[in-house]
């Protein structure tokens, strides 16, 4: 197998470690690289005071959220019409506010949070109280809030009730009680698919359950080297750009291309934040195959969406 093309794929933050494999991965020679809902450029979540491409990022993430359960003036529309209107929004009018920090004047702040508001079915005001900066995670617990539901992180389609405080809530972080995600009260998700996989290889009992997600260990990981600015809580930024390593990897090998993946309803890794990282990266746009899908985080799980996949996979594997 020598002389098989070698393609290398990651997810979500294997998408982040793919960027930092590609520094070293030069003499193997890669005929390229998957990536499905990456995070990149870590900044791009990063809610650091200051940082406005968190907000750009998200938002049209978040107005294809709101329309897909009947909220805002786009309800009701494709959701590729949607998310089109919703990004050229983010990366004009609203950017150009947001960019403005303090200096932006009282009535272009109104006007921005009145459009805010008509795009996200939530008040102005509360729009007004969070600077014009709605966050994922407070926007998915308040775009339903009145009927008493939340949405979901990994696939904004997903409704279900608002968790009932808990004793156990405490220092467990409000991403944990994402519907998409179906951990409930547990902070483990296990895996029989994975254990009996395990055991046909081996031929071999597993001693306890194959656990696939460990949010306890999650918290207690440091997701970046001590920089002195203390310990960094669950899901924060890695406040790292290894994108441009893949630009330098193309350029030692002709043949590489970069098919990237993502879902609309994604609100952990919002699209525009991939997109925007591979684009600001030196990578040659003819090398890119960036693609939106009408899927969540992880769009290989959906059905319907298997024989788009297997279209795209079988033109990238050349």
Do not use: C
Request: cysteine-free; proline content about 8%; overall charge negative.
């Amino acid at each position: 197998r020598e002389r098989a093309p070698l393609y290398i794929a990651g997810e979500s933050y294997g998408g982040y470690r793919l960027a930092l494999l590609a520094a070293d991965i030069a003499d193997l020679r890669p005929a390229g690289v998957l990536l499905v809902s990456p995070l990149l450029d870590a900044t791009s979540g990063d809610d650091s005071p200051g940082n406005d491409l968190r907000a750009m990022f998200d938002l049209p993430s978040l107005i294809v959220a709101a329309a897909a359960h009947g909220k805002g003036e786009l309800a009701g529309q494709p959701v590729a019409s949607v998310y089109a209107q919703a990004r050229t929004f983010a990366l004009g009018d609203y950017a150009q506010a947001l960019l403005q920090g303090s200096t932006l004047p009282a009535d272009a702040r109104s006007r921005i949070a009145a459009r805010l508001a008509a795009l996200l079915g939530l008040p102005a005001q509360a729009l007004l109280a969070a600077d014009l900066r709605p966050d994922v995670e407070t926007f998915r617990l308040g775009v339903l809030a009145a009927d008493g539901r939340q949405i979901g992180r990994l696939d904004s389609r997903i409704a279900a009730p608002l968790p009932a405080p808990h004793a156990a809530d405490n220092g467990r972080p409000s991403a944990a009680n994402d519907p998409a995600l179906g951990l409930g009260r547990s902070n483990q998700i296990t895996s029989t698919v994975m254990a009996d996989y395990l055991h046909g290889l081996f031929g071999t009992a597993l001693p306890r359950d194959y656990v696939s997600l460990d949010i306890d260990i999650a918290m207690a990981w440091r997701f970046a080297a001590d920089d002195g600015a203390g310990p960094r809580p669950f899901g924060s930024a890695l406040r790292f750009n290894p994108t441009p390593n893949l630009a330098r990897l193309a350029q030692a090998n002709p043949g590489f291309h970069v098919l990237a993946l993502n879902g609309y309803y994604d609100l952990a890794v919002p699209a525009l934040g991939p997109w925007y990282a591979l684009h600001h990266s030196a990578l040659d746009p003819a090398r890119i195959d960036f693609r939106l899908l009408p899927g969540g985080h992880a769009v290989f799980a959906e059905d319907a969406l298997r024989p788009q996949l297997h279209s795209l996979l079988k033109d990238f594997l050349k």
